[in-house]
């Protein structure tokens, strides 16, 4: 009824005119027939190309109604091959992140999980106890002098080592999910050192006004910049820090200071070190990137500490970018860790829970508790490690997580 071909072969595009039940051509398009369970949802999917362009696509759709068809609901696809095994709840919650991410950084790490990647990483994790509960349970059956059993020492390792892994995961998809959306980096400093010129230059277009006259900038501009092909910052160029009696400059200050409450790091621009803004109170708790200005009045060299630059050098603005991924890396290890990590809330909620029971587990060992306990213990773990791959999970949660997908997905 839609193409009007009598067969197709699977997995091969056909070039068809679709046209409406009063043979009106709607658009030339390709269609490809994807047999089950050779599809994306495990069951006969037809996928029509048609041209670019909301009237097009309107008129497709009308047709397709027309025919008895309906749109899909929220998620509707994944949520099939989920219940068809197709993909798991990790790789299902992976598409709905990947399609939400406002930065590559976390569009790579969902790509990883759509793959499978971080489900494979947590049912290692249940595979590891799940044999290591069979050999406790297994030796519970026997008395001391009938076998040897597993040392304790073995035991509190192999559980150690499951919690150090979890933990780990944990810490960085928490501190990932974190920063990574809104990993702010404020370039702060006194008047006239030339941070609008680092800001335009780093940005690569004039979006701050540069001039000789102090108090120039007095508002706060922000520019989201790609570092590399994970990492994205949001860049934020203020006015100047400095004591002046001008009630709009002061205003200036007072939103500076502000920035830099709401930033994560300091890029403190100086055209003197040790610059005296490093007593500010308020850097305290910054990490703080030093960066010494106008290095073609001064001549001097940087150091592991300062980087000096003239910000009207392009190569001198190429080395500030290393130096700044750099030093992101050394101050958030976990940007550039190379692990598989965690995508949703929920993942990373329930993870918690599951450290929170190993390391439970961990003790119970250490304090020489009876195996039957220990065990007992471990089964929770399993459980909520079933419950994060999707193996266990109630209708109410699979319909939150797939309600929250966009249509057509």
């Known amino acids: ?3 009007r071909k009598k067969s197709y072969k ?6 068809v005119n679709i046209k409406t039940q009063q043979g009106v051509l709607i658009d030339s398009t390709v269609c490809v027939f994807f047999e089950s369970p050779k599809s994306f949802t ?3 999917v037809i996928e029509i190309t048609c041209h670019g362009g909301r009237i097009v696509a309107e008129k497709l759709m009308v047709f397709l109604f027309s025919l008895g068809l309906r749109q899909a609901l929220r998620g509707e696809f994944s949520y099939r091959a989920f219940i068809n095994g197709k993909i798991d709840l990790l790789q299902a919650e992976s598409i709905s992140e990947l399609i939400r991410s406002n930065n590559s950084l976390a569009a790579h790490n969902s790509s990883l999980g759509i793959q499978g990647r971080l489900s494979q990483k947590i049912s290692l994790f249940k595979k590891n106890i799940i044999d290591l509960i069979s ?3 297994h030796e519970l059956d026997f ?3 009938e076998i040897v059993f597993t040392k304790k020492q073995e035991i509190e390792r192999l ?3 499951t919690c150090e892994g979890i933990h780990c995961l944990y810490q960085y998809s928490y501190s990932l999910k974190k920063y990574s959306s809104e990993l702010r980096i404020a370039i702060v400093g006194p008047p006239n050192v030339g941070k609008s010129t680092i ?3 780093l940005v690569g277009e004039s979006r701050a006004l540069v001039s000789p006259v102090k108090g120039t900038t007095r508002d706060s501009i922000d520019a989201h910049i790609a570092i590399n092909e994970k990492l994205s910052i949001t860049l934020t160029d203020t006015a100047g820090l400095w004591n002046t009696k001008s009630k709009l ?3 200036g200050v007072k939103k500076t200071n502000a920035v830099i409450e709401q930033s994560h790091i300091l890029l403190l621009v100086d055209s003197i070190f040790p610059s005296p803004f490093l007593t500010n109170p308020k850097l305290k708790t910054k990490n703080i990137i030093k960066v010494l200005s106008k290095k073609d009045l001064h001549k001097t060299k940087s150091s592991n500490q300062i980087l000096s630059i003239c910000s009207k050098n392009k190569k001198d603005i190429n080395t500030l970018l290393t130096f700044l991924t750099k030093n992101i890396y050394s101050f958030y290890p976990f940007f550039n860790a190379g692990e598989v990590l965690l995508t949703s809330n929920r993942q990373t909620s329930l993870l918690k829970s599951s450290f929170v029971s190993i390391e439970a587990c961990l003790d119970l060992v250490r304090k020489g508790e009876s195996m039957d306990v220990v065990v007992s213990k471990l089964y929770e773990f399993v459980d909520i490690l079933k419950e994060v791959l999707g193996e266990v999970s109630s209708e109410k949660v699979l319909h939150g997580i797939f309600d929250s997908f966009c249509i057509g997905k």
């Open 1 to 3: 009824k839609i193409t």
């Open 10 to 15: 699977a997995r091969y595009s056909y070039f």
């Open 42 to 44: 495990g069951e006969d």
């Open 135 to 137: 050999i406790i349970e």
């Open 143 to 145: 008395l001391e002098e």
């Open 159 to 161: 559980i150690k080592s």
């Open 199 to 201: 800001f335009n230059a």
């Open 249 to 251: 400059d002061q205003l």
